[in-house]
């Protein structure tokens, strides 16, 4: 119930999320971005954000958050305040990995996107994740209509 769950800011490195509960945030769940590197979220509930679950900021390749990982999470119903995405992966981010985690909607229509990535994003891999009552489980956005949260 705050604005923002986790805010990993100012090159945060090495850092651990897990086992927690981020939910009904009016911004987001966890805001990755300004060089937050080799950070692992893992076996955490990210439910009920209202612009996004997980957002890795829109940030040039010095400043972007590269190398962390999502495992085991449970990411749903979120993004219900703009356009329903569960994991927001920006600017020119790279090597993220998101692997074993269960992207999903309860059936109100709040999150229709499992995983968002930007045109300038490189190397995010998604792995054996499940995704329950999304419109789109993975959505690649073209660079002429990517935009910042």
């Known amino acids: 119930g705050n604005n923002q769950?986790?805010?990993?800011?100012?090159?945060?490195?090495?850092?651990?999320?897990?086992?927690?509960?981020?939910?009904?945030?009016?911004?987001?769940?966890i805001s990755v971005g300004h060089r937050d590197t080799d950070n692992r979220i893992q076996k955490t509930i990210i439910e009920r954000n209202h612009k996004v679950g997980i957002?890795?900021?829109?940030?040039?390749?010095?400043?972007?958050g590269h190398r962390?990982?999502?495992?085991?999470?449970t990411i749903r119903?979120?993004?219900?305040?703009?356009?329903?995405v569960g994991v927001d992966v920006r600017g020119q981010t790279h090597d993220i990995t998101l692997r074993e985690n269960v992207l999903s909607d309860s059936g109100q229509g709040r999150q229709k996107i499992g995983v968002r990535i930007g045109a300038r994003c490189e190397r995010v891999d998604a792995e054996n994740n499940t995704?329950?009552?999304l419109d789109m489980d993975?959505?690649?956005?073209?660079?002429?209509?990517?935009?910042?949260?």
């Open 5 to 29: 769950g986790i805010f990993f800011c100012w090159g945060v490195s090495d850092g651990l999320v897990d086992g927690c509960t981020c939910s009904d945030n009016r911004d987001y769940g």
């Open 77 to 84: 119903d979120n993004g219900f305040g703009m356009d329903g």
């Open 55 to 64: 957002l890795f900021r829109d940030q040039e390749a010095f400043r972007a």
């Open 131 to 133: 995704f329950s009552g």
């Open 68 to 73: 962390n990982s999502v495992s085991a999470c």
């Open 138 to 149: 993975i959505d690649r956005v073209p660079q002429t209509e990517e935009r910042a949260p």
